[in-house]
């Protein structure tokens, strides 16, 4: 079964401007992390927040993570359009990993 | 970093037929692979976990009969699907994960797209 909830399930932005991307979670975790996938494609590892963090950079990607509220959001600055792609949060326990259902992002040119 | 491959990369089957796909660490052992299933724009589901050496540990509703589970080695996992069906067909995903590792990352392969005819 999927662990949690991507909000919102499709965005669409210009190029250059800012996505905002949320997912919410049920159990207890070690880490969360979030993956991109084209379409079609595999999955691609984007960051890993570890349980004990708050906030984590990576270039142009944010992650914050709120345990006592089980959400995760995913800021990406700058977009640019070969940033088209589904976003999915995952989270780890134990070795269990769940994803979430996926944010839709299309950045238009 | 580590990579984790998937054979085939998609393959087309006539209905009743059985498919096998690999899962493969190429540069460390696994000791345990997990089975996703993706349908279109949809999330990926976990449909059963894969220790090696021993029986798969099936998701609720995913029938173990129909998708068998092989984990023979620290760097092989096998699924194949039985008697495939037109419904069946999605994108399959493994991923490949060592318990006691400095992180939970599970390393993911490229995915088989299956379409049953």
């Known amino acids: 079964s999927q662990q949690g909830e991507e909000d919102p399930q499709a965005l669409s932005i210009q190029e250059g401007e800012n996505a905002t991307m949320n997912c919410s979670y049920k159990?207890?975790?070690?880490?969360l992390q979030w993956y991109r996938q084209n379409s079609g494609r595999g999955l691609v590892h984007l960051i890993l927040i570890r349980s004990n963090e708050r906030e984590k950079h990576s270039g142009r990607l944010r992650v914050t993570l709120d345990t006592s509220k089980k959400s995760s959001s995913l800021l990406i600055t700058a977009s640019r359009a070969a940033d088209t792609a589904s976003y999915f949060c995952a989270t780890a326990g134990g070795g269990d990993m769940r994803f979430g259902a996926g944010t839709r992002l299309t950045v238009k040119p | 970093g580590a990579v984790v491959s998937q054979h085939p990369s998609w393959v087309i089957c006539k209905s009743g037929t059985s498919v096998k796909i690999e899962c493969r660490s190429l540069d460390f052992q696994a000791t345990t692979m997990f089975w996703y299933r993706q349908f279109p724009k949809q999330s990926l589901m976990l449909m059963a976990t894969s220790n090696e050496g021993s029986k798969a540990t099936y998701e609720q509703g995913v029938e173990k009969d129909k998708f068998l589970i092989n984990h023979a080695s620290l760097t092989l996992s096998t699924l194949t699907v039985t008697s495939a069906h037109p419904e069946d067909s999605s994108f399959y995903i493994c991923?490949?994960?060592?318990?006691?590792?400095?992180?939970?990352?599970?390393?993911f392969g490229p995915g088989t797209r299956l379409t049953v005819l």
């Open positions: 991923s490949a994960y060592t318990p006691g590792s400095r992180t939970d990352t599970q390393y």
């Open positions: 159990t207890s975790i070690n880490n």
